[in-house]
Every structure is written in C-alpha cells, then in structure tokens.
C-alpha cells in the first residue's frame, strides 16, 4: 500500500515524478492543480470560482480544495493507495487531510520533498509555458511556496514522515532515487 504527499516547489518535477510513479504502481495520481485547471476549462462551478486565484499565481481558498480531495479520495480507486500532488499546499490543509485520513482509515502516509532551487525552477516553468506561467505569475507562486507551503517540511519532518530527494538531477535519476526509496 503505497500513499504519498508530494512536496516541493512549482518546477520541482512533482508532476512528472508522481505521474510515473503512480503509474509504476498502478495508483492514481490526484493532482489537484490539473483538477482545477481542467474544472476552469469546462467551466464547472469549481473552476468558475478557482481562476481567478490560479491564474494570478494564489492559492485557492482552502475549502474549495479541501472539498474537492475529500471528494476524490473517497472513490474506489484510492483503496490501493494514491499519490497527492499539489495538496496539502498550507499548514491548515495539512491539519485537515491528517484529519480526513484518520477518519477514513488511509494512514501510514509518506511525504516526498523534491527540493530545486529556485533559479532552476523558474527556468524550468519559463520553458514550460502553461497558461500561468509567465514570468510574474510564476513569482508569485514562488513567494506563495515559500510563505505558505516550504513549513510543511518541518511540519512533516516533526511527525516523521519526511523523505527528501534532490530535484535538481536528470529526470530519469530521480525516478531512480524515488523507487528505491518507496521501496525501502
Ligand atoms: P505548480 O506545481 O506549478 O505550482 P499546480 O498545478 O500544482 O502547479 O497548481 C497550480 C495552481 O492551482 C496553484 O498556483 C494554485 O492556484 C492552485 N492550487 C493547486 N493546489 C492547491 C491547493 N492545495 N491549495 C490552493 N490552491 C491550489
């Protein structure tokens, strides 16, 4: 049973890394930012009410995010574990998924913390071109990791949960890092 919380800044690689990974182990890979993105481009309720904070680089309102993971994880396909990218995202979403997984009696989740720095993320998401990637907006999102989200590391770290790899290596090596770390 594998459950783990990507972490790590915009540009880190937690998508990809968590795309292949979950594909590795026949999971699925709930990331909540393409939820939301791909909620805006049907224009559903949610996404109505998420672009405004996606495309200017803040985070969506906790409850909007929270509903939406709460939601997800209580389908059948998770009973064999998940991948969460892109959530919790702040101290008060980890506080609630904590919570939810007790309830619901998923624990024994793992956190991976895909570190880079951060002239090399930006150059990564420059290159990378999504709609919210221009150069402000990727500040802001930069700015919005290191007040709101870089914390959940000690948060982690304090519970022992923490497994860090360094991002900043060649794609294929941190694939490698990555399973024989879930491995072990
Ligand atoms: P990146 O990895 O480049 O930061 P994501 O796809 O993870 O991109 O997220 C894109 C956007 O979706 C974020 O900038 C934010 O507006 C919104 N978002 C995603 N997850 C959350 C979350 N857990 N809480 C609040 N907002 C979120």
Do not use: C
């Not at 990727?138 to 790899?165: F, G, H, N, S």
């Amino acid at each position: 049973m594998t459950r783990l919380i990507f972490l790590g800044p915009p540009g880190s690689g937690k998508g990809t890394q968590a795309q292949i990974l979950a594909q590795d182990l026949n999971i699925p890979h709930i990331s909540t930012g393409e939820i939301l993105r791909q909620a805006m481009q049907e224009q559903t309720p949610l996404g109505i009410k998420a672009q405004y904070y996606v495309n200017s680089g803040e985070l969506v309102p906790d409850e909007l995010v929270q509903d939406l993971v709460q939601e997800r994880l209580s389908q059948p396909d998770t009973q064999s574990g998940w991948i969460l990218d892109g959530f919790p995202r702040k101290v008060t979403q980890a506080v609630f998924l904590e919570k939810l997984l007790a309830e619901t009696d998923q624990n024994g989740e793992r956190v991976v913390n895909l570190d880079a720095p951060d002239d090399v993320v930006v150059a990564r998401l420059l290159a990378r071109g999504r709609k919210d990637d221009t150069e402000e907006v990727i500040r802001r999102r930069l700015e919005v990791y290191r007040a709101e989200t870089a914390p959940l590391i000690d948060y982690y770290r304090d519970r022992q949960k923490l497994l860090t790899v360094n991002g900043d290596q060649p794609q294929e090596e941190v694939t490698q890092e990555l399973r024989d770390l879930i491995a072990s």
